[in-house]
């Protein structure tokens, strides 16, 4: 007995064959808009673009339309720069609207960079068009030094006052250096240069550095903590 095609068999696979067409095309269109960002194309983003564009970047600044025209204008890369998609995921949660998040891997010269974009498009008569977008650059912790490279560990022991008021401890245990806060908590700093130290990555900081200054006689005067903002925190004699 051979099997039939049912009308219900035959919507769903119309429907599955539309959904592969619909995520590849929407996939094309947001790796060609990108693709002109990159590369200051404001004609192919002001084409491809809904009049109620908005751009955020992972360094927090956000865009309009005519201010991210802007912006794109002023982007001419010398360097070459060449981009792979490996990871594109999409989803259409109403039939004219695509949310495409990916994964690229971007490579200027032979340095690569992870970035993460969510690109939010909507279906018009001309086709695929960006209404939202943003870029992420993945957190990518700086290489390990031995612990001799960044100095003297005893040099950086001590208290640091924070702007706040709050006291914190360095201190040395064996090789390591610990930053201990009022509570107890320890965090242990990992060596990336002479001086310069790293945490760990912090959901709300991401990357966080710690650098000792040195006064005009090389003694420790002051811890700065950088994340996503610059604090000096003295030393307390």
Not at 79 to 101: G, R
Not at 150 to 162: F, H, K, V
Request: aromatic share 8%.
């Amino acid at each position: 007995m051979s099997p039939k095609t049912t009308p219900l068999l035959l919507l769903l696979l119309c429907i599955g064959l539309h959904s592969r067409a619909q995520q590849h095309d929407a996939a094309d269109a947001a790796k060609r808009w990108w693709h002109a960002v990159t590369f200051g194309d404001t004609a192919y983003v002001r084409a491809h673009s809904t009049g109620g564009l908005t751009v955020t970047f992972s360094n927090g600044r956000s865009f309009t339309h005519a201010a991210f025209l802007a912006q794109v204008a002023k982007h001419d890369p010398a360097a070459k720069i060449t981009s792979e998609w490996p990871e594109v995921q999409a989803q259409f949660p109403a039939p004219k609207t695509a949310v495409l998040t990916s994964r690229v891997v971007e490579r200027v010269g032979a340095q690569p960079n992870l970035l993460k974009y969510l690109t939010v498009l909507v279906s018009t008569d001309s086709g695929w068009q960006v209404a939202a977008a943003q870029s992420t650059r993945e957190l990518e912790l700086a290489p390990r030094l031995p612990a001799a490279g960044a100095g003297q560990p005893g040099d950086y022991a001590g208290a640091y006052r924070t702007p706040g008021g709050i006291t914190l401890r360095v201190q040395q245990r064996d090789s390591t250096l610990l930053l201990i806060e009022p509570s107890g908590t320890e965090t242990k700093l990992e060596p990336i240069g002479h001086g310069l130290f790293e945490g760990p990555v912090l959901l709300f900081a991401g990357n966080v550095r710690f650098a000792f200054n040195r006064d005009s006689t090389g003694k420790v005067v002051a811890l700065t903590r950088i994340a996503h903002r610059v604090i000096t925190m003295p030393r307390v004699p």
